[in-house]
C-alpha cells in the first residue's frame, strides 16, 4: 500500500535473516546481550521498524512461503504497534497469526490487509507465529 519497494526489500532482508533467527529469539532471559544483538542486527539487515504517526507505530506484513514478512519488528514499550498483514499465499500454514503472550489469534484471509494491534508493557520479545507455531516472527522491545 505504502511502499511495494518497501515490502519487496523487506523480504529480501527477511529471506537472508531466516537462517540466522533462531539463536536471537531463544534467549529471554540476557536482555543486555537481546538488545545489543538486535541492534546490529537491526543495523545489518534492517529489522522492520514501521512508521509512527500520532503514537501508533504501523508495520505492513506479509504472508509468503518465506513467512510472515518481516520476520522481525521492533517497537516500543507502551507504544500501540498496528501491524497490518495480507497474507499472499495459500502454500503455507500460516493462515492466521498468533501472538500468545498477547492474547492475539487472528485470521488472515488471502489477499485481504487484517489490522492486528498490540501494546507491548514490558522489554523483551513478542512471537508471532502461525496456529502451529512454526512459522515464527518476532517483535524486539528495549
Ligand atoms: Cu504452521
Redesign the pocket.
Known sequence: MISKTLSLSLAGAAALLLSASPAVAQHGGDHGTMTQRADSAAAKAGIAEGTVKNGVRTVEMQVTEDGFVPSKIKAQKGEKLRLVITRKTDR???KEIVIQDAGVNQPLPLDKAVTVEVTPKKSGELKY???????TGVVFIP
Open positions: 503455507t500454514c500460516a507465529a502461525c496456529g502451529m507455531g512454526h512459522i
